[in-house]
């Protein structure tokens, strides 16, 4: 029952190795840009509000904001663009730091994208009920965190059935967001076409008349603060590269061209946006976005009263709350997407690089789903505060990724071009620190601070888990340096397998040293009893695996050679020894099966594993290293099968 429960909810299992199933679950540029570049378009619904209310009542300033906000999501994205040239297998932010910066900076970059994400969830989840909320009275605000939550839930079960999935049932939400927004902004232009010739002489004369009034250092400073503070609304750029490993091939094209359609979409739309609120005169109105102050004017403008206007004013803010949702879907994209990479690295407990039987990196999503939903409870889901803890991040990310394009374009002076991508990368530099920096300054008081410290707190766990996952390999490569100084024998003389005589079976991994140990003991205590030696091994088909190129074969032939070495041992002791080895997702679904199928053909088998052991267990040991040897040994006990765990003391 169980089973027909997790098919129903999360769907059919699929096949890691199967031909087809790569191709089925990769993104096309199209349904990647609903994916990944729905969090940068969404930001118009709060990032261009965020700029022009820091314009502090001089709106006449709005123009220069429009224009620099269009302009800002080109250099950025075009920026990142290089990333994903130089870094086709993705990673994105972290991978790019690490490699051109140094494994701390990528430390940094890694913990900053992780809290970013799940501030994007939660942002994003808490943006989308303010604009259902806008079209509801002031009563009904009581039911806003009740209706985060479930929303955040909802998001989280299509995530665990898929990412293309969660894409799919999504992207008409997305297109009708495109449609309407389009519409409207278009429409508010156009409905102003006969004072746009008369924009912008007004806007220098008024920002003449303010600088006359304060001073011309207050202008600028008041621009650069409103510039700032609509930081939110270049966030997202970032996540096609960190998830190049999902996009179809050629990865690389398909990138270049998702990030075209989301830089053009955002600048369109966002640019349009502040626009609007200059031409329509908006003003904030309690329990409303300024998205719905404006929207309502414009559509009152063109002839809609009464219920026609609720129900087309209604439609425009209901897409709008469905694409922040899209969004909210990118964190659970990203996120994990970033944990996988870090886990790779060791940062993070390696669980978050295992794959579920849908070939989404569940830990992740779970753990974004749990942290996004304690920020929306912790924070009230006030988008105000939200938007400020998300954009420190995401500058943060944008400045050591584009410090690292500044170093290696300055490293690779001999290539074409080196000039101008240099001269790129140092332009997006300028931008996203200038942001950083006066949003830091600005918000530090009001929950700038929340960030940094949530950023520092993950870097801190990071250390620890690195240092951990340090100290056991370099024990267990002692213990593997030890038995390799063993010189093999000859192996010609093996005697053959007989399936009827005691088998002992060994569940072996990467480390040799610790194979031979179990082996040695076994011989040990068992003399002369055990006719046939059979190793077996499953290699786990995690995130990193499947995402890069070429990653299953290269664990295949390195696996190979580890059980042929263990056979080879074997022969050179005049033992019958034999090897097997397979992939999947769940080391301890694979290797439960492999032993039942043992046990048939050699009735006799008696099967054998390490464990690590550690001085002091506690509860981060038991989170790092998984318990397979417990669970398979459980599985086996239950089948009536017998199995023996050897202790391997760390």
């Not at 540029?29 to 570049?37: C, E, I, K, Y």
């Not at 989280?156 to 992207?171: D, F, Q, T, V």
């Not at 938007?387 to 290539?415: A, D, E």
Request: glycine content about 10%; proline content about 3%; aromatic content about 8%.
């Amino acid at each position: 029952m169980l089973a027909k429960l997790r098919i129903s909810l999360l769907g059919r299992p699929l096949d890691p190795l199967a031909a087809g199933t790569r191709h089925s679950l990769t993104l096309a540029a199209f349904l990647a840009w609903v994916g990944l570049g729905a969090d940068g378009l969404s930001s118009s619904a709060y990032g261009p509000e965020e700029a022009f209310k820091a314009l502090a009542g001089h709106p006449q300033l709005g123009l220069w904001l429009a224009m620099a906000t269009g302009l800002t999501v080109f250099v950025i994205a075009f920026a990142y663009n290089q990333v994903i040239e130089l870094f086709p297998t993705g990673g994105g932010g972290y991978r790019i730091a690490t490699v051109l910066l140094g494994r701390h900076a990528g430390l940094v970059s890694g913990a900053a994208l992780v809290v970013d994400y799940v501030l994007t969830v939660a942002i994003s989840v808490a943006g989308s009920v303010d604009a259902l909320f806008s079209m509801l009275p002031l009563g009904a605000q009581a039911f806003k965190p009740g209706t985060e939550l479930a929303l955040l839930a909802l998001l989280a079960w299509l995530n665990l059935r898929g990412a293309k999935e969660s894409i799919r049932i999504l992207l008409p939400i997305f297109l009708g967001f495109v449609a309407t927004h389009a519409l409207v902004i278009v429409y508010g232009i156009a409905a102003q076409a006969a004072h746009l010739p008369a924009l912008l002489p007004a806007t220098l004369r008024g920002t003449a008349g303010l600088a006359h009034d304060s001073s011309w250092t207050f202008t600028l400073a008041l621009l650069l603060k409103a510039y700032s503070m609509g930081g939110g609304t270049y966030t997202g750029i970032e996540a096609v590269s960190n998830n190049v490993g999902a996009l179809a091939e050629p990865r690389v094209q398909t990138g270049r061209t998702t990030m075209f359609y989301m830089a053009c979409s955002l600048a369109f739309t966002a640019g349009g946006i502040i626009l609007l609120y200059l031409l329509w005169d908006a003003v904030p109105v309690e329990g409303q976005t300024l998205n719905a102050v404006a929207f309502r004017r414009i559509l009152d403008h063109a002839g809609l009263a009464g219920a026609p206007l609720t129900l087309a004013l209604g439609a425009t803010l209901a897409f709008e709350a469905g694409l922040l949702l899209v969004a909210a879907n990118t964190g659970f994209l990203g996120g994990p997407a970033v944990l996988a990479n870090m886990a790779q690295d060791s940062w993070v407990p390696h669980q978050f690089r295992y794959l579920s039987s849908r070939l989404v990196t569940q830990n992740g999503v779970l753990l974004m789903a749990l942290a996004a939903g304690a920020v929306l409870v912790a924070s009230g889901g006030r988008v105000d505060l939200l938007v400020v803890l998300y954009s420190i991040n995401v500058f943060l990310t944008f400045s050591l990724s584009l410090l690292g394009l500044c170093r290696y374009w300055l490293r690779s002076r001999g290539q074409q071009g080196w000039l101008g991508r240099l001269a790129l990368s140092g332009g997006g530099l300028a931008v996203t620190l200038s942001i950083l920096t006066v949003t830091v300054v600005e918000k530090f008081s009001e929950g700038g601070w929340l960030t940094l410290l949530a950023t520092g707190l993950v870097v801190v766990l990071c250390l620890a888990v690195r240092a951990h996952y340090a100290a056991t390999r370099a024990r267990i490569r002692a213990i593997d340096r030890v038995f390799e100084a063993t010189p093999p024998g000859d192996c010609s003389g093996a005697p053959a397998l007989d399936a009827q005589a005691p088998t002992a079976v060994f569940i072996v991994g990467s480390s040799r040293g610790g194979g031979l140990h179990a082996l040695l003991w076994v011989l040990r205590m068992f003399p002369g009893h055990f006719r046939n030696v059979i190793f077996i091994s499953a290699r786990t088909v995690d995130a990193q695996a499947y995402g890069a190129e070429g990653e299953l074969e290269r664990l295949r032939t390195e696996a190979t050679a580890t059980l042929d070495a263990f056979v080879g041992f074997c022969h050179s002791h005049g033992i019958a020894a034999d090897a097997r080895l397979v992939f999947g997702i769940d080391a301890v679904d694979t290797l439960s099966a492999m032993c039942r199928d043992l046990s048939r053909d050699y009735p006799q088998a008696l099967f054998f594993t390490s464990r690590l052991v550690f001085q002091r267990e506690n509860l981060l040991v038991r989170l790092l290293h998984n318990q397979a040897a417990l669970a398979i040994q459980r599985r086996l006990h239950f089948d009536g099968l017998q199995m023996i765990i050897l202790p391997m003391k760390i």
